[in-house]
């Protein structure tokens, strides 16, 4: 199924078990390039060894309302993974497609989700990286803090947004 998206050329659907692999690759590869402006290249190296826990990947997928951005050519652009308690697992956009509106449409549609089933606030734990974004979405910084990747503690932001009827 489809959902509603202003991104012309982008189509948002909810992520299946197939998926897995993309996203996988999608997060490792963003993660070694992207991220790689705000960590070290050990840090980096460990934060993508996550990605290798195949049982963590079916969880986000199964367990959380995980989208998927993909063009006209199938290709995989970002994802997103939102609990029913309203923490964002992951928000990840393939480092060929930063800047071009898929991390703002997918967390428009996580938002949107959000309030319809009347989660209070949204937090996240936010890389140095995409701190910019979330605060431009309206996120403030909770706390700063070191969070362990594998073997190694990164710093991060836990961050919070409050939806209307909350704070």
């Known amino acids: 199924m489809e ?12 992520a299946e078990i197939r998926d897995i692999p993309a996203l996988k690759q999608l997060f490792q590869e963003t993660v070694l390039s992207v991220n790689r402006q705000d960590y070290t290249e050990e840090e980096v190296t460990d934060w993508a060894s996550c990605g290798d826990n ?9 367990a959380h309302y995980t989208l998927v951005a993909k063009n006209e050519k199938g290709n995989l652009l970002g994802f997103t993974a939102l609990s029913a308690e309203g923490y964002l697992n992951s928000m990840f956009v393939h480092k060929d497609f930063q800047g071009q509106g898929v991390a703002s449409a997918l967390y428009s ?8 089933e009347g989660v209070n606030a949204i937090t996240a734990d936010i890389s ?7 605060k431009g979405q309206g996120f403030v910084v909770e706390e ?10 990164l ?7 409050y939806m209307e ?3």
């Open 109 to 116: 549609l996580v938002e949107k989700r959000a309030r319809a």
């Open 165 to 167: 009827n909350g704070k």
């Open 155 to 161: 710093k991060n932001y836990r961050m919070v947004k």
């Open 144 to 153: 700063v803090r070191s969070r362990k990747a594998n073997r190694l503690c």
């Open 54 to 62: 195949d049982e963590r990947w079916e969880q986000i997928v199964l």
């Open 128 to 134: 140095l990286t995409a701190y910019p974004f979330f």
């Open 3 to 14: 959902l509603s998206v202003r991104l012309p050329g982008v189509c948002l659907r909810r």
